[in-house]
């Protein structure tokens, strides 16, 4: 395992970069509501009624409408969604998390695409356990009877495939990757994007406030800049190795702590 270093110059700077970045994610109207906020590729406008049109990350635009209300012209049926979100399919883990961060991961999953033993996460294993959430088939063969037999709201998924699947079924659908890797930035407020299915913006706002403080505190310490080891980050397959690219929010955070991400001169997704 390799320890990192970093220097105290660069660990000042990136944290009042970090800090420019949550200021700046937001416009402000007169009185403070939100008109327009940008995550990454991912973006929210807020319209007329407490809708909200949103952008994905393949650039579809959906809009957000609260339960029972009408939803605003110029929108087809399979661009709306209504809020709050109560039931909802999740492919990622890491979006899994960031429901469990928001605090309604065991009100609102009910299917994912890995099975019991792939899990960690105690509120999958029990949902899985007592019926609630469902194992609808590996991403890469998702079972589109099972998912129509549980009644989801909404799939939140990394497949720009399966969309045009799942909207057959009359279920909405959210791409929740884009075509070039997160950066810290993104990486770190995706959350406050995801939360706005679930009117959990406030929750969202806590665990970046959360987030944010703990990387300070870890920038903060008195590192030696004597050292930095050579580093790379990726999976091995078969026949395969995949790697992070150096624009994405792991290089960057090997960067930040001291070490020498060794793809940095190369973009790409994630």
């Known amino acids: 395992m390799y320890k990192f270093h970093s220097h105290r110059a660069l660990i000042k700077l990136c944290i009042a970069a970090l800090g420019v970045f949550l200021l700046a994610a937001c416009r402000q109207e007169a009185g403070g509501r939100t008109s327009f906020r940008s995550i990454g590729e991912f973006s929210v406008k807020t319209l007329p009624d407490n809708c909200k049109e949103i952008r ?20 087809e049926r399979h661009q709306i969604i209504e809020i709050p979100v109560r039931r909802v399919v999740v492919y990622s883990g890491y979006n899994v998390a960031l429901l469990k961060a928001l605090g309604i991961l065991d009100k609102v999953l009910v299917g994912v695409t890995r099975k019991k033993e792939y899990w960690t996460i105690e509120e999958v294993k029990k949902g899985m356990e007592n019926g609630r959430v469902t194992y609808i088939g590996e991403s890469s063969a998702v079972d589109f009877e099972r998912l129509k037999a549980i009644e989801p709201d909404l799939v939140l998924t990394w497949d720009p495939s399966v969309i045009s699947g799942i909207m057959e079924l009359d279920i909405p659908g959210v791409i929740t990757t884009t075509a070039e890797a997160m950066n810290l930035d993104t990486r770190m407020r995706f959350v406050q994007f995801l939360a706005l299915f679930f009117n959990r913006e406030k929750e969202a706002d806590e ?13 903060s310490l008195n590192l030696s800049p004597d050292v930095r080891p050579k580093v790379i980050w990726g999976d091995i397959y078969e026949k395969r190795v995949l790697v992070e690219p150096g624009n994405s929010w792991v290089a960057e955070m090997v960067n930040l702590a001291g070490g020498d991400y060794l793809f940095s001169d190369i973009a790409g997704g994630s």
């Open 56 to 75: 994905d990350g393949a650039g579809r635009t959906l809009v957000l409408v609260p339960r029972g209300q009408k939803p605003p012209d110029g929108y």
């Open 207 to 219: 665990y970046v406030a959360r987030v944010s403080s703990a990387i300070k505190r870890i920038y």
